[in-house]
Structures are given as structure tokens and as C-alpha cells.
T-cell receptor, first 115, second 112 residues
């Protein structure tokens, strides 16, 4: 248990559906990330939030829409996805840069299948 | 040039041997370095962090950092079949604020 919880763990959705992924941490961290990991591929950074502000959008298609209402919660809203968006979506939480302990912890991930 | 580079492997070692995993990075201002282990289909698990030059030991794992050479490594002593996984090197780069950048990972296979 890392202290970072992602829900749901598994999601199957049609291309016309709208769904949301949720990430929650109570570690007192100030930065949260979304990563995408496709089969047999490295981690792809999607979004970075620091102090609830988006500081990086790594050329992600607009069908992925992040939301960070507070420092403990991060959402990824999904709509009109494509089958190639099927992947493991990982949330990571870490302390604000400048703190001594800068270790990042991952949630268990959401395995997304788009049909 | 990739920001964090690792050999993709697979690196195959016999049970009981020392496995040596290497990583290089491009940003000289990087301050924090991490090794994660990822089993197939699972999320990455933090196994070591290192912040200053030299060695840091934790059980069978030793992380080594050489900032002058921009090089970080992970040694696994007495390798076990359960160590078979992909090992990800991650660097927190001063120049990019909060960004945590991962290498592509090295797949380790420990033969019984």
C-alpha cells in the first residue's frame, strides 16, 4: 500500500462513452502526475499538476481532460476514446520540489480497455 | 538525446549472482534519483532513492550515483527469480521543476 489509491482498477468503455479515472492521496504531497503505459512500452508522461496547477501537458489529445480540484485528488476525464487508448493509466504523487524527501509513489493503476 | 537512458535488456543472470543495472541522464542539475521495480501488468514500486554521490545500500540492493559522469546504477546481490521484473530509472530534474522523468526500463531475468 503506497498511500495512493486509483479507482476503478479496471474499466471497459465504448468509444462513445464518457468516463473518469480517479486518483487520491493523503500523503501530504503537492504534485500529482498522470502516466500512460501501453503494452510493452515505457511510461509516457501525460499531465503534471503542482499545487493544483497544471504545469505540463505532454501533447495529449483533447479527448483526455485532467482535473485537480485539490492537492489530494486528481481526475482524468475520458470521452470519445479510440481503441489505441487502451492502456494502463498510472497516477503518481510526490512532494513539492525543494523538499528533502522527494520520493514519488504510484497508485495501482487503472487498466483501461476501449472497445 | 533521451533525457534518461537505460539498456532495455533483457539482462539474464543466474540465481545467486549479482545483477548490475545502469542508467545515464542528461540534466547536470538533477538532484534526485530513483529505482523502481515493475512486474508485468503492475504499477512501479519504489525500491531505492539516492540523492548524493556514492553508494547507498538497502538489504540486497545498492544504488550508486556519480554526478560527474551523470550515471546511476543499481546492484542486486544474491539475485532471486522473484527479482525478475523491469527496473525503471527515474530522475527528478531541477531544470523542469516537478517533472519526474523515467527511462525505458531494463528487463531483468533471473534464471533458477
Amino acid at each position: 500500500e503506497t498511500g495512493v489509491t486509483q479507482t476503478p482498477r479496471h474499466l471497459v468503455m465504448g468509444m462513445t462513452n464518457k468516463k473518469s479515472l480517479k486518483c487520491e492521496q493523503h500523503l501530504g504531497h503537492n504534485a500529482m502526475y498522470w502516466y500512460k503505459q501501453s503494452a510493452k512500452k515505457p511510461l509516457e508522461l501525460m499531465f503534471v499538476y503542482s499545487l493544483e496547477e497544471r504545469v505540463e501537458n505532454n501533447s495529449v489529445p483533447s479527448r483526455f481532460s485532467p482535473e485537480c480540484p485539490n492537492s489530494s485528488h486528481l481526475f482524468l476525464h475520458l470521452h470519445t476514446l479510440q481503441p489505441e487508448d487502451s492502456a494502463l493509466y498510472l497516477c503518481a504523487s510526490l512532494p513539492f520540489v525543494g523538499t528533502v524527501n522527494t520520493e514519488a509513489f504510484f497508485g495501482q493503476g487503472t487498466r483501461l480497455t476501449v472497445v | 538525446q533521451k533525457e534518461v537512458e537505460q539498456n532495455s535488456g533483457p539482462l539474464s543472470v543466474p540465481e545467486g549472482a549479482i545483477a548490475s543495472l545502469n542508467c545515464t541522464y542528461s540534466d547536470r542539475g538533477s538532484q534526485s534519483f530513483f529505482w523502481y521495480r515493475q512486474y508485468s501488468g503492475k504499477s512501479p514500486e519504489l525500491i531505492m532513492s539516492i540523492y548524493s554521490n556514492g553508494d547507498k545500500e538497502d538489504g540486497r540492493f545498492t544504488a550508486q550515483l556519480n554526478k560527474a559522469s551523470q550515471y546511476v546504477s543499481l546492484l542486486i546481490r544474491d539475485s532471486q527469480p522473484s527479482d525478475s521484473a523491469t527496473y525503471l530509472c527515474a530522475v527528478r530534474e531541477k531544470s523542469s521543476g516537478d517533472k519526474l522523468t523515467f527511462g525505458t526500463g531494463t528487463r531483468l531475468a533471473v534464471r533458477p
